[in-house]
Nanobody
C-alpha cells in the first residue's frame, strides 16, 4: 500500500505563489508517474500536471507557463510550484502516484486564491 500525503495549500492573493508537496510512503518499490489534479467546487477533477519516472512532463493548457512540476525520486516526493495564481486556480489539489500500474490518491490540499 502506498499513501501519498499533500501539503502546502492555503490562501494566497491573485498573482501570488505557492508550492505544493506530496510525499509517498508505504511499501514502495518503484514509482512510475506522479501527478497533480484539482477539483473546483461543482466541477470534475482535472489533470493539472504530471511527470514520468524519466522526468517527462505534461501540463494542462490553463497552467502552462505558470506552474512547474518536479520530483525527487530519493524522497518519493513530487512538487508543484504555482506562480501567477488566479482566482480560477482555487480548488482542492490532489496528488496521484502510480505504483506497479495502480493509482494511489492523496486526500487533497485546498488552495484558495482570493484578495
Amino acid at each position: 500500500q502506498v499513501q501519498p500525503v499533500e501539503s502546502g495549500g492555503g490562501l494566497v492573493q491573485p498573482g501570488g505563489s505557492l508550492r505544493l508537496s506530496c510525499a509517498a510512503s508505504g511499501r514502495i518499490f518503484e514509482i512510475n508517474a506522479m501527478g497533480w489534479y484539482r477539483q473546483a467546487s461543482g466541477k470534475q477533477r482535472e489533470l493539472v500536471a504530471q511527470i514520468s519516472s524519466g522526468g517527462m512532463t505534461n501540463y494542462a493548457d490553463s497552467v502552462k507557463g505558470r506552474f512547474a512540476i518536479s520530483r525527487d525520486n530519493t524522497k518519493n516526493t513530487v512538487y508543484l510550484q504555482m506562480n501567477s495564481l488566479k482566482p480560477e486556480d482555487t480548488a482542492v489539489y490532489y496528488c496521484k502516484v502510480v505504483h506497479f500500474g495502480l493509482d494511489y490518491w492523496g486526500k487533497g490540499t485546498l488552495v484558495t486564491v482570493s484578495s
